[in-house]
């Protein structure tokens, strides 16, 4: 069993974000850019008319452009590095805790008394999880029976009554589907791995993810 961490949800929205804060500081660069040129080789034609000091203005005016953008992109790519290293110190902190709640909620379903499994629903379920009390009363593990199939050759061995009780619970399985809710209780002969059979009561409950 597993818990979904919707990391792909997360990481698209990261990315989105941090493109356009990115986008962002492009823009910021090029209207200090833009503006800076304009205004500032205006400025200098109105005060200065000597060519000589003219060029060794626009020269130092050039250093200082430098100066001042590499500070402003210093401070906005500082800031945006402190925001990154702190929302992924949070989702560290949030897969972690899912992670300690899917390890607790593990050990509560192992230590139920009643037989508990669950599988995907697709054309050849996998099953992915199986309980210790399952494991004990039908004996067989997660190895024996990695999918539906697999547990349906070897809980109903005879094929004509595999094809009555997996007729009888995809239709039931179906309706649960549509209604978006629990799969009505059903009784069955379970053949267990030392070849007893057990008459067992079946329900389960589909889940939306």
């Not at 997360?10 to 800076?36: E, G, I, N, P």
């Not at 702190?86 to 899912?98: G, W």
């Amino acid at each position: 069993m597993t818990l979904p961490v919707e990391s792909d949800s997360v990481s698209v929205s990261q990315t989105v974000h941090d493109q356009r804060y990115l986008l962002k500081v492009a823009s910021l660069y090029a209207l200090f850019s833009t503006l800076w040129i304009f205004v500032s080789d205006e400025l200098l034609a109105l005060v200065v008319h000597d060519p000589i000091t003219a060029s060794r203005i626009s020269i130092l005016k050039g250093w200082l452009f430098i100066g001042i953008t590499t500070t402003l992109l210093y401070h906005l790519i500082n800031r945006f590095l402190r925001t990154a290293q702190a929302q992924d110190a949070e989702l560290r902190n949030i897969v972690e805790t899912l992670r300690r709640a899917e390890k607790d909620l593990r050990t509560l379903i192992d230590g139920l008394p009643i037989a508990v499994a669950t599988s995907t629903l697709e054309v050849n379920g996998r099953i992915t999880f199986i309980n210790e009390h399952s494991i004990r009363t039908f004996g067989y593990t997660l190895e024996d029976i990695p999918t539906v199939a697999d547990w349906a050759v070897r809980a109903y061995p005879d094929p004509a009554y595999r094809t009555e009780v997996f007729t009888l619970w995809d239709a039931a399985v179906a309706r649960a589907i549509a209604a978006q809710g629990r799969v009505e209780t059903m009784e069955f002969r379970v053949t267990c791995k030392d070849g007893e059979v057990r008459d067992t009561l079946f329900s389960a409950v589909v889940l939306e993810n």
